[in-house]
């Protein structure tokens, strides 16, 4: 029987595993799908404000949009959709094959954070009246 060379870990020690950017992206890609999903009913209820026609619609819209811990939130939200839109691309590209070279997936791992937090930062400005 052949001799086994590379003794395999008997526990996982979570703090010693260095995790490469692409699998950190990728976890943020969950993170950001869940949170995009949870948030769904709070998005509906701005868009049906910001809908209606009537002064209160508008008045509770200004209001709910003008408070800070909402705008935090929105901006959280913004940088989930672009990460999870811009990770989304590069899953369905790599399920093309295209990209799956280990280089090249760092590159692009690299470019979904560097495209999604530009994204973010300009988003981000216009939402918190920057422009
Ligand atoms: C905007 C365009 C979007 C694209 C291109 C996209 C793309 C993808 C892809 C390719 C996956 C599969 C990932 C994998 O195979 O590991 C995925 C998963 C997922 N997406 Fe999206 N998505 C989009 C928008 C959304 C939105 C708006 C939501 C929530 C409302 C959402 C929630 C999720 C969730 C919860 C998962 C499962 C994540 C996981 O289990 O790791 N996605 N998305």
Redesign the pocket.
Known sequence: MPEMTKQRPKHLALNEIRLPLAGFASIL??VS??G??LL?PLLIWLLQLSLGSTQASTEMFTAVTGNWLVKLILLGLIWAFFH??CM??R??LIDIHVGVEKQQAHNSAVAVMVVSLALTAIFGLKLLGGF
């Open positions: 890609h969950r799908g869940a995009l999903f769904l999870h839109f989304g691309i899953i369905l």
